[in-house]
């Protein structure tokens, strides 16, 4: 009896251990295919989004429509010519004040579907859904190594999540050729670089630091406002490197030979990220300097940012109504009273656009000012016009302003756990933290301007990525009164974000029609 009993033990500890190598030869092959599955549910997804939708040359408005001409005009001689670049649009330097990367990405395009005899699009569709697929997978490698994404479990399912948010909030700036994904996206690929190469040693880690200095200003050029990043990865580096040359030097390096070369190390650090900065920007020098006489790699946008900030005064929120026909293009601006009277004084007593005029405003009605930032900041919440360009004003948009707020909430919850978590470890992750700093200072700023929810993608991505990661842990609990507390805390989150939004949809400005309330049609 006991000989049988002990051969049963050794089937049945067989039998689980079969099981275990099942277990981890299965999860050894999700982790092989990760990546390539993951690419094609995002080419896949983005190119049949594009065909359902049909979003071609004809149909293209706005920026979409600026953007196509002066795609046109690098081949207005013929043949590919930079220097040719230029804008239908006279305002903020002509066509300078758009950079180059985009319109040759998509001059490109349009002259291969001139070449082909296909309609104009066609080519941006299959060349915009391989750049997406590329830089998702940068996205995800961010996700990782800056630990908002830690689960590996069932990571075909959590990436897919990902790209069906994206797609459902945000597919307006897929289906059109806008730069604004493709700047986010970039953006990331910018941090994640320098991250990966703070992380690294030798060449290896100048390799990282030069593509860096490529990708953020590729970022920039693509929309200038990155230029924020910009400044902040250049800042967190010097700040990292510094304070390990100093953490050297008191742990013992005494030699000044050994000083020499720390500081050495960290100065061909930022030289090359510099370096990658600058070569990247060659094509916007040259055009500078044939126009400008000017070595400067900037695009020249005049003020634009000034402006940008000065209509976020009067203007809560930003968006375009393009009507049925797709001709009709009217500005959607939703104005807040107090704002515009800020504005109508300040322009009777003689002020100009300007940063000046703006931080004046601001110290001569600090309350009204925090007000009016208040309900941008709510703004935020809500992603109501994932078309970007506005069709049917009467469309219920109360599913949107549900999956907004849920979204907002739990994510708000997490971060709350996240902060407790982090708690006491700062110092230690000063290197993640400013690098997201630095990635968020874009929306950030952008917040105070005129809203609009294209801005807030890469706010955006970071939430995705933060909500694809969760999963309760075995022994999360929660007492009565601790589901009752959040419930509350929800419920006034909702309420209060409810009643500011709806307040911010009434003032809309500029043309007939009805707003939808959020929880009803017009």
């Known amino acids: ?71 046109d005009s690098l081949f207005s001689s013929g043949h590919f010519k930079l220097s040719d670049i230029d804008s239908p649009i006279k305002v903020w330097g002509g066509g300078d004040y758009r950079g180059f990367v985009f319109p040759v990405l998509l001059g490109l395009s349009q002259h291969i579907d001139e070449i082909l005899g296909i309609a104009s699009g066609h080519t941006w569709w ?61 953006a990331i690929a910018a941090a994640e670089m320098v991250w990966v190469g703070l992380k690294s040693q030798g060449r290896k880690r100048l390799k990282f630091f030069f593509f860096g200095g490529v990708l953020s200003y590729l970022a920039y050029n693509i929309r200038t406002i990155y230029i924020l990043e910009i400044m902040g990865l250049f800042s967190t580096v010097l700040f990292i490197e510094c304070g390990s040359i100093l953490r050297k030097w008191k742990e013992g390096y005494q030699a000044g030979r050994r000083k020499c070369e720390e500081c050495g190390k960290s100065l061909l650090t930022l030289l090359f990220m510099l370096a990658g900065f600058y070569i990247a920007a060659l094509p916007q020098v040259y055009l500078n300097f044939i126009r400008y006489h000017s070595f400067a790699p900037n695009v020249r946008v005049k003020g634009l940012m000034a402006q940008q900030l000065w209509w976020g005064i009067g203007v809560v929120r930003y968006g375009t109504f393009i009507g049925d026909d797709g001709i009709h293009t009217v500005q959607m601006t939703f104005q807040d009273g107090a704002g515009v009277a800020i504005q109508t004084a300040l322009e009777s007593a003689g002020y100009t656009v300007s940063y000046k005029s703006y931080a004046v405003a601001f110290f001569k009605y600090p309350l009204d000012f925090i007000a009016i930032l208040w309900k941008h900041v709510w703004n935020t919440m809500f992603i109501l016009f994932p078309e970007t360009y506005v069709q049917n004003l009467t469309i219920d948009r109360s599913i949107y302003a549900t999956l907004g707020l849920l979204i907002g909430i739990s994510f708000l919850f997490l971060f709350v756990e996240d902060l407790r978590s982090l708690s006491g470890r700062l110092l230690k992750n000063a290197d993640r933290i400013l690098l997201m700093i630095s990635l968020l200072l874009p929306t950030v700023a952008i917040l105070a301007g005129a809203m609009e929810e294209r801005f807030l993608l890469v706010f955006y991505l970071m939430i995705y990525g933060r909500l694809s990661a969760y999963q309760p842990s075995s022994g999360e609990r929660y007492s009565r009164k601790g589901i009752f507390a959040r419930l509350m805390v929800a419920l006034l989150i909702a309420f209060t974000a409810l009643s500011v939004e709806n307040g911010v949809l009434s003032g809309l400005q500029g043309m007939s029609g009805t707003i939808p309330l959020l929880l009803h049609g017009g």
């Open 1 to 71: 009896m006991r000989v049988r009993s002990e051969g049963c033990n050794e089937k049945r500890t067989g039998w689980k251990e079969d099981l275990a190598k099942r277990g981890k030869n299965g999860k050894a092959l999700e982790e092989k295919l990760e990546i390539p599955v993951t690419f094609l549910i995002v080419f896949l997804g983005v190119l049949c989004l594009q065909v359902v939708a049909g979003i071609t040359r004809e149909k293209y408005v706005g920026d979409a429509w600026e953007y196509a001409m002066i795609g």
């Open 126 to 186: 299959l060349v915009s859904s391989m750049l997406y697929s590329v830089l998702f997978l940068v996205y995800l490698k961010f996700l990782k190594d800056f630990g908002i994404r830690t689960n590996k479990r069932f990571a075909l399912l959590r990436n897919a999540f990902l790209v069906i948010l994206l797609l459902v909030f945000f597919y307006g700036l897929i289906i059109y050729p806008l730069t604004d994904a493709l700047a986010a996206f970039i």
